[in-house]
């Protein structure tokens, strides 16, 4: 009951937001990872109620937290990512239309994309991390590893999650190789030259 309370408040604010003139508006859900039984039982309810009549794109974002030290330490010993077998069929069942999702620090095969159904999948392919920006080959090769499981016109590439507590000059190159990689990607798609995407 006080969840659907606060996803009440959640879809009024969401309301006005897309009232304003947001083009997006994305939840992000720290307990969709963990707490399945839960999500079964009324999460999906709760997030449904928070973007219920949200004249805007919905997306939501099951977010392991930002690339802090902590998050980190727990990816690498984390082996276990099968959540997203059970949880992408029950938000395919939302009336969320969009699907954010870590895939390059944990190294999720995209063949669970699958189970997404129709939604866009914003997919996570650049790291979030302290670590140097990633070779742009690498980025892109997860993008083409995803296509092989979701058609391009719903494949969004986008960062794992946001990068807030990175320093400045090593978000933008993050975000540059994401921008170099999708049009390496899309030109190989498309014919075009990589530069003009």
């Known amino acids: 009951a006080f969840a659907l309370a606060i996803a009440d408040a959640i879809n009024a604010e969401a309301r006005e937001l897309a009232a ?25 309810a709760a997030l449904d109620r928070c973007l219920d009549g949200v004249a805007a794109t919905t997306a939501v974002h099951v977010c392991y937290g930002y690339g802090t030290p902590a998050v980190l330490a727990w ?7 099968s959540q997203y077998q059970r949880l992408l ?20 095969d995209p063949a669970v994309l699958r189970l997404a159904g129709d939604k866009d999948v914003l997919y996570g392919c650049v ?18 590893a995803a296509l092989a499981h979701v ?5 969004y590439p986008c960062t794992d999650c946001g990068m807030a507590p990175l320093p ?17 990607v899309r030109a190989e798609l498309t014919g075009g030259a990589p530069g003009h995407a």
């Open 20 to 44: 304003a003139g947001a083009d997006v508006i994305q939840i992000d859900e720290p307990c969709f990872n963990i707490y399945l039984d839960k999500v079964e039982a009324w999460g999906i």
């Open 75 to 81: 990816k690498q010993q984390n082996c276990d990512w």
């Open 89 to 108: 069929p029950l938000l395919r069942a939302s009336r969320v239309q969009q699907v954010s999702l870590e895939f390059a620090a944990p190294g999720v």
């Open 127 to 144: 790291d979030v991390s302290p670590a140097p920006a990633e070779p742009v080959a690498a980025v892109a090769a997860r993008l083409r």
């Open 151 to 155: 058609p391009p016109e719903r494949l």
């Open 168 to 184: 400045r000059r090593l978000a933008e190159a993050k975000l540059a190789v994401l921008v170099a990689a999708t049009r390496q």
